[in-house]
């Protein structure tokens, strides 16, 4: 299950688990539609080098049950880095 993740690497914009600014990568690495525009070497997620795609949205019936993920990941120094992992 996606985990939801709440706020952009980069920018540390939040995104609530209906934004339909955020994208991730297969590991879930999440951007806003910002960063990945003006801040991201073509489109890619600079921590593993993958896709970045429009994360999907969970229905808000079923945010209960299972809820986002509040765990916050800055790291503005990945903004426009090369891919490590």
Same mark, same amino acid.
């Given at each position: 299950?996606? /985990? &939801?993740r709440p706020?952009c690497?980069?920018? =540390?914009?939040d995104l #609530? #688990?209906?934004?339909?600014? $955020?994208l991730?990568?297969s590991?879930?690495c @999440?951007?806003? !539609?910002?960063?990945a525009r @003006?801040?991201? #070497?073509g =489109? &890619?997620c *600079?921590?593993?080098?993958?896709? +970045? !795609?429009r994360? *999907?949205?969970?229905p $808000?019936?079923? +945010?209960?049950?299972f809820p $986002?993920?509040t765990?916050?990941?800055h790291?503005p120094?990945r903004c =426009? =880095? *090369? /891919? @490590? /992992?």
């Amino acid at each position: 299950m996606l /985990a &939801l993740r709440p706020n952009c690497e980069c920018c =540390g914009r939040d995104l #609530p #688990p209906d934004s339909r600014d $955020a994208l991730i990568c297969s590991f879930e690495c @999440t951007w806003c !539609v910002d960063c990945a525009r @003006t801040k991201l #070497p073509g =489109g &890619l997620c *600079p921590n593993c080098g993958g896709e +970045l !795609v429009r994360r *999907p949205i969970r229905p $808000a019936e079923k +945010l209960g049950k299972f809820p $986002a993920s509040t765990e916050r990941i800055h790291r503005p120094e990945r903004c =426009g =880095g *090369p /891919a @490590t /992992a």
